[in-house]
């Protein structure tokens, strides 16, 4: 296959998946990692694709953010172990709080009938899926709806958050880097998760693999701010070291 074969079908990919990966694409093309490496710069360079931790994302990735019903669809098995794994942070009693994701609607499934809890929420697929669950106290935040997360923003949501104080928060995220810290694409979505992080003593952010290398517009906290990151066993040794350097410990599933 010549290079600009591989370059097309690599694309291809990205254009199919959303992100493509160094070492999967070398399986797939029969090629080293290092010729990987070789065409992902040159697609990069080409304005083609952008070059992120251990692969590469459509160069207009960053500004595109897909629906919650699309991306419920995605790392489903990956997803489920993590949110098992974020059981450890759940306490026995008092506050905890929900931000939107497909994550953490996988951990809202699977809270335990036992303990004595307050759930936050801005997420409506959340609020829904504990509407009947007689051993929880659920708070559904107000505030202007965002359709592709289901989730509330703007001035209720944040003067909500303002007044309350909670002991845990599950987190999740469009991106997360070393440097940029948790990013979203909306703006507005990221000031309700950073009111979240304010108002909680513990912040555990629930992510996948591949959402480590992205950045998308707006801010939301830097990785300091987190107590632990719960991610997959993809997520690479060397990203581990990284992170935890960074502050937060990580716990792949």
Known sequence: MYAEERQAAIVGLART?????????????DVTPETVRRDLTALQRSGLLR???GGAILADAGALETDLAVRESVMVEEKARIARAALTW???QGAIALDGGS???????ILPRDRALTVV???LAIALRLADRRDLTVHVIGGRLRGPTLTTVDE????YLSRVHLDV???G??????????????SAEAAVKRAFVASARRRILLTDHTKFGLDHFAHVAGLSELDAIVTDSAFPDAAVTEVEAAGPMVVRA
């Open 51 to 53: 070059r992120v931790h």
């Open 121 to 123: 929420t801005n997420n």
């Open 169 to 171: 928060v599950f987190l």
């Open 103 to 109: 994550t953490t609607h996988r951990l809202a499934e």
């Open 90 to 92: 759940l306490p026995e």
């Open 17 to 29: 998946e959303g992100r493509v990966e160094v070492a999967q694409l070398a399986l797939t093309l």
């Open 156 to 159: 209720v949501a944040l003067e």
């Open 173 to 186: 995220t469009n991106g997360f880097s070393i440097v940029r810290g948790m990013t979203t694409p909306d």
